[in-house]
């Protein structure tokens, strides 16, 4: 039988999604607490798997078990055995053709930057940070040149395993509410630290350095070295897996950008 589970976490005091010797993981969290349930090894398999300091808003895992258990096990009973940063949110049971990965359509990601010359205290670890002011309509400009489908090696990790490079972008939109600039990219997929590479790289034009025009000449030379250092990993959250209709999961529903950002973060007096 095959169990998929919608997923929420802070990832500020793990190391990541991915399991590890010394069982810092989300994944190693996750699988504890399903093992307890099933009274059996379970491993789970996800859609995206997140660095150390990423959150997430709406993570999809999928696990085989023999084990009969009533939903409500594999929500509330499962939370029971999580620490309070992370939560199941929902649990349906799929086809065995299913994949929590290759199944996926979109993957959606948000990135909170606070822009202000003070960094964060209260919410340390769940914004970005940047101190020199940024120009919204630059940021724009550049944003609207990564749409569409392209070769993303200029923001791929060396040690990123994707077999290809190319990837389709089919939103980056960029608000600001207060000092808080939000970005939304969605895509078919993502190469390893692109995202955080490329809002470091749309940072760059916003304060400046160089002009919106300057995205395209870093996609044309698929060269990592020109593009800006990989941006901090605390204000990025996964925040959306979309899946054909026919899997019959609980649908991830788009929310305006404007209203992701909480009502805390709008009002912060320089």
Not at 76 to 86: F, I
Not at 146 to 168: I, T, Y
Not at 195 to 219: D, H, T
Not at 255 to 269: D, E, N, S, T
Request: net charge positive; glycine share 8%; proline share 5%.
């Amino acid at each position: 039988m095959r169990i998929v589970l919608g997923l929420e976490y802070d990832g500020s005091h793990f190391c990541g999604w991915q399991g590890q010797p010394s069982g810092c993981s989300i994944q190693d969290t996750l699988e504890v607490a399903l093992s307890r349930i099933t009274r059996s090894n379970i491993q789970v398999i996800t859609a995206g798997r997140t660095d150390a300091g990423v959150h997430a808003t709406y993570q999809v895992v999928h696990f085989d078990t023999n084990a009969q258990r009533p939903f409500t096990a594999w929500v509330r009973g499962v939370n029971a055995l999580l620490p309070k940063s992370m939560a199941v949110l929902w649990a349906s049971k799929s086809l065995d053709s299913f994949h929590a990965r290759y199944s996926a359509t979109e993957r959606c990601y948000l990135y909170l930057l606070l822009n202000h010359p003070v960094r964060a205290g209260l919410y340390h670890g769940k914004v970005g940070w940047f101190h020199l002011p940024l120009n919204l309509e630059r940021m724009r400009g550049a944003a609207q040149i990564l749409l569409g489908e392209h070769d993303f090696s200029a923001f791929r990790a060396s040690d990123c395993q994707a077999r290809s490079p190319v990837r389709n972008v089919t939103k980056l939109e960029i608000i600001q509410q207060g000092d808080i600039i939000a970005f939304e990219i969605r895509a078919n997929a993502f190469l390893y630290h692109m995202v955080r590479n490329i809002i470091g790289s749309l940072v760059y034009v916003g304060k400046g350095k160089y002009p919106p025009q300057w995205m395209g000449e870093l996609l044309e030379s698929c060269d990592r070295n020109y593009a800006a250092p990989t941006f901090s990993a605390t204000g990025l959250y996964l925040a959306g897996i979309t899946y054909d209709p026919k899997w019959k999961l609980p649908c991830f529903i788009e929310p305006p950008l404007a209203a992701v950002l909480p009502r805390m973060f709008r009002a912060r007096k320089k």
